[in-house]
């Protein structure tokens, strides 16, 4: 099974300053057709996860353009550009790839 | 307006059955896969099962040959039969639509993440 692991596991943000959220694959998320399967949800709380990113960059549909994906191979990266006090939750990568899919242990966000 | 609309958990006895059942509505159930993600007590988000639009299906290790993922297109309904029940299958369990798209014109299949989720159903396992 691929094995995901996000750091840091806590972050406390100042509202307006940027965020950044690792995910490392114990394996390359390459697929044959080029792109990296890796997705990015939310847990805000209370509620159910919300899809952020998918295919490692592409914001799904309604997602503020503050967040934003990147990464290759083993790699990945979420990024929020001015946080907001609704972005507070608890962020999972997941990979794609294979089944069994795998999820991180989850990063919480909080504001400071 | 799409929607995932989880029902049948409750407490169940160790050892014993329930079937989960996850209606879909607001969009053709039958062109995407969907799966069950469950998330115990305090702890994080566990991918469970996973089902084709085709039909072909996939489990967590933790769960073959317990877990059965069915679906009824007819119905716009996705279940989950869950036996032999442990403790440590207690959690809130989430359908949620994805990651492949079937488009019939294309005959291709497109990966969007999973990107609809009900409000889970919670499953109780305890004497």
């Known amino acids: 099974d691929i094995v995901m692991t996000q750091s840091p596991l806590s972050l406390s943000v100042t509202p307006g300053e940027p965020a950044s959220i690792s995910c490392r694959s114990s394996?390359?998320?390459?697929?044959?057709?080029?792109?990296?399967?890796l997705d990015w949800y939310l847990q805000k709380p209370g509620r159910s996860p919300q899809l952020l990113i998918y295919l490692t960059s592409s914001r799904a549909s309604g997602v503020p353009d503050r967040f934003s994906g990147s990464g290759s191979g083993t790699d990945f990266t979420l990024k929020i550009s001015r946080v907001e006090a609704e972005d507070v939750g608890v962020y999972y990568c997941?990979?794609?790839?294979?089944?069994?899919?795998?999820f991180g242990q989850g990063t919480k966000v909080e504001i400071k | 307006e799409v929607q995932l609309v989880e029902s049948g958990g409750g407490l169940v006895q160790p050892g014993g059955s329930l079937r989960l059942s996850c209606e879909a509505s607001?969009?053709?159930?039958?062109?995407?896969?969907m799966n069950w993600v469950r998330q115990a007590p305090g702890k994080g988000l566990e991918w469970v099962s996973h089902?084709?639009?085709?039909?072909?299906?996939h489990y967590a290790d933790s769960m073959k040959g317990r877990f059965i993922i069915s679906r009824d297109n007819a119905k716009s309904t996705l279940y989950l039969q869950m036996t032999s029940l442990r403790a440590e299958d207690t959690a809130v369990y989430y359908c949620?639509?994805?990651?492949?798209?079937?488009?019939?014109?294309?005959?291709?299949?497109?990966?969007?993440?999973?990107?609809?989720w009900g409000q889970g159903t919670t499953v109780t396992v305890s004497s």
């Open positions: 949620a639509r994805g990651p492949y798209y079937y488009d019939s014109r294309s005959q291709k299949s497109y990966y969007y993440g999973m990107d609809v």
């Open positions: 607001g969009f053709t159930f039958s062109l995407y896969s």
């Open positions: 394996q390359r998320l390459l697929h044959g057709d080029g792109d990296y399967y």
């Open positions: 997941m990979q794609g790839l294979q089944t069994p899919r795998t």
């Open positions: 089902i084709d639009s085709s039909g072909p299906t």
